[in-house]
């Protein structure tokens, strides 16, 4: 399978791909791992404490809002 976050961040300038800097793939790879992790513990709090956990939430969304930034600036 190809790596789709390296494709993803892969710029293309007059038909010349540019990869992206080999940190910033794993940024960006620790940031969904995170967020899928976080997630998970959402989940799990839901699931056995039955309440909503804000400051779980809050840290979701902060790493959605990164990497949704990091790949929407590296496109442009």
Known sequence: MDDWIRKALTRRVR??????????????KF?????????????AHLAFLGRWNSEVFAAI??????VSGILIAQKT
Do not use: F, K, W
């Not at 969304?61 to 990164?66: A, E, K, Q, R, S």
């Open 61 to 66: 969304t902060g790493l959605m809002g990164t």
């Open 15 to 28: 038909n010349r791909e540019i990869p992206p800097d080999q940190r910033l793939v794993y940024g960006v």
């Open 31 to 43: 940031a969904l791992a995170m967020t899928i992790c976080l997630s998970a513990l959402e989940i």
